[in-house]
């Protein structure tokens, strides 16, 4: 069964680092979505992204975030300056259509120190 | 109110027993439902989508209420593979790229 993949499993950063969290997509999914989860808490909702521009987007979302899809396979997310608060595990999620249910990949666990 | 809100348990359920837990939602216009269940520190992985008129898989059970919005599942014959926490997942729009909002998860420990 064809999954998402996400690297790395696991980053550890110093606060105020930039770091990229990198998927790939399910080669025949059109939705590309970012959410987190802080431990003990619920999935968060960040961004989603569709024919290559952002459609929705989090408060989450503010100017540390980006995402790109730089050469049509991976879908990154950078993190410009980390803050503590950003420690979580980072979800990448696609979808074939409108209404169809997203896949998930296996997570990147961020540390910020 | 919350967009989506669960019970958050946790449910302690008997080996073989059945269980049923909802999901409320706040957005009337909402289209699209769906089951997942998120073992520990794990993916969330989907369970199955709520259809309109119900559904089965198994020994799982999806309802919509859509007057009362809100939407449930209920596990027949538990077993100890089914303890995890199970997220419901609402979408208000059926649009390109639109956001799937998750409810803070139901926790159930089946035990034997």
């Known amino acids: 069964e064809p999954e998402v993949t996400q690297t790395p499993s696991h980053q550890v950063t110093q606060m105020g680092q930039e770091v990229i969290l990198r998927c790939v997509p399910i080669?025949?999914?059109?939705?590309f979505y970012w959410y987190r989860q802080i431990l003990g808490q619920k999935v968060e909702f960040l961004v989603s992204?569709?024919?290559?521009?952002?459609?929705?987007k989090s408060e989450i979302f503010d100017d540390q975030f980006s995402v790109e899809r730089p050469d049509g396979s991976n879908f990154t997310l950078k993190i410009r300056s980390t803050k503590l608060e950003d420690s979580a595990m980072y979800f990448c999620?696609?979808?074939?259509?409108?209404?169809?249910?997203?896949?998930f990949g296996n997570g990147t666990r961020l540390t910020v120190t | 109110r919350k967009e989506v809100e669960q019970d958050p348990g946790p449910f302690n359920v008997p080996e073989g027993a059945t269980v049923a837990f909802n999901c409320t939602y706040s957005?009337?216009?909402?289209?699209?439902f769906f089951w997942y269940r998120q073992d520990c520190r794990k993916e969330p992985k989907l369970l199955m989508s709520?259809?309109?008129s119900g559904n089965e898989d198994g020994r799982f059970t999806a309802q919509l209420n859509r007057a009362s919005q809100y939407i449930s599942l209920l596990i027949r014959d538990s077993k100890l593979s089914d303890s995890a926490t199970y997220l419901c997942?609402?979408?208000?729009?059926?649009?390109?790229?639109?956001?799937?909002?998750f409810g803070g998860g139901t926790r159930v420990l089946v035990k034997p």
């Open positions: 957005n009337s216009a909402s289209q699209s």
């Open positions: 709520v259809y309109s």
């Open positions: 999620a696609t979808k074939t259509g409108g209404d169809s249910p997203l896949h």
């Open positions: 992204f569709y024919n290559n521009e952002i459609s929705e």
């Open positions: 997942v609402v979408s208000p729009i059926k649009a390109a790229g639109n956001k799937l909002t």
């Open positions: 080669s025949n999914h059109l939705y």
